[in-house]
Antibody, heavy 124, light 110 residues
Framework: EVQLVESGGGLVQPGGSLRLSCAAS????????MSWVRQAPGKGLEWVAN????????YYVGSLRGRFIVSRDNDKNLLYLQMNGLRAEDTAVYYC?????????????????WGRGTLVTVSS | QSVLTQPPSVSAAPGQMVTISCSGTSSNIGNDYVSWYQQLPGTAPKLLIYENDKRPSGIPDRFSGSKSGTSATLGITGLQTGDEADYYCGTWDTSLGAWLFGGGTKLTVL
């Protein structure tokens, strides 16, 4: 059974940093692209970042590029999100998800499995 | 405001059918596969439909997806109170170089 368990959320002051982790089990972690998706309170889903299965490429939503860094440790089956310069508008539940990516005439991509999320609150 | 446009809410009676639309452009829906996600109250999102019209294992055939041009549609038949949730469409936008979610549609089963 696929399990994704996020941790590391909490209360942080504006301008501060936080590192989220996502522990993966039940599948071959090193074979999957992984993603972070967030959801502000009462709002919709927002894609944050993707990282390739080998960790060599990462992609971010434009508004977060430069502040957030996604990384992974395939030996430990862990996904990370380093968040710097946090702002009130970064307050959200952060989910990690497996990102199926199948290359073909049209790239087939979707989020297959999701963790329960970890809440990040940015406030003074 | 989301690039992918969904109605904020839809409602129908138990046993009835409902459709949820997702409207985009040639740089997103018109150029890529669409997936749909169900988010029950207080829970994480769950994959409902992928590759426009395919259901993952365990998703009942009451749920269906379709795509035509720059729009996609999620259909739910035989509505149950347990289907009350927020539903999101999603796809890649080649112009933005980013994954997009629709704004979400809240389904109420009256």
């Amino acid at each position: 059974e696929v399990q994704l368990v996020e941790s590391g959320g909490g209360l942080v002051q504006p301008g501060g940093s936080l590192r989220l982790s996502c522990a993966a089990s039940g599948f071959t972690f090193s074979s999957y692209w992984m993603s972070w998706v967030r959801q502000a309170p009462g709002k919709g889903l927002e894609w944050v970042a993707n990282i390739k299965h080998d960790g060599r490429e990462a992609y971010y939503v434009g508004s977060l590029r430069g502040r957030f860094i996604v990384s992974r440790d395939n030996d430990k089956n862990l996904l990370y999100l380093q968040m710097n310069g946090l702002r009130a508008e970064d307050t959200a539940v952060y989910y990690c998800a497996t990102r199926v990516t199948i290359f073909g005439p049209v790239i087939n991509r979707y989020f297959q499995d999701w963790g329960r999320g970890t809440l990040v609150t940015v406030s003074s | 405001q989301s690039v992918l446009t969904q109605p904020p809410s839809v409602s129908a009676a138990p046993g009835q059918m409902v459709t949820i639309s997702c409207s985009g452009t040639s740089s997103n829906i018109g150029n890529d596969y669409v997936s749909w996600y169900q988010q029950l109250p207080g829970t994480a999102p769950k994959l409902l439909i992928y590759e426009n019209d395919k259901r993952p294992s365990g998703i009942p055939d009451r749920f269906s997806g379709s795509k035509s041009g720059t729009s996609a549609t999620l259909g739910i038949t035989g509505l149950q109170t347990g289907d009350e949730a927020d539903y999101y469409c999603g796809t890649w936008d080649t112009s933005l170089g980013a994954w997009l979610f629709g704004g979400g549609t809240k389904l109420t089963v009256l």
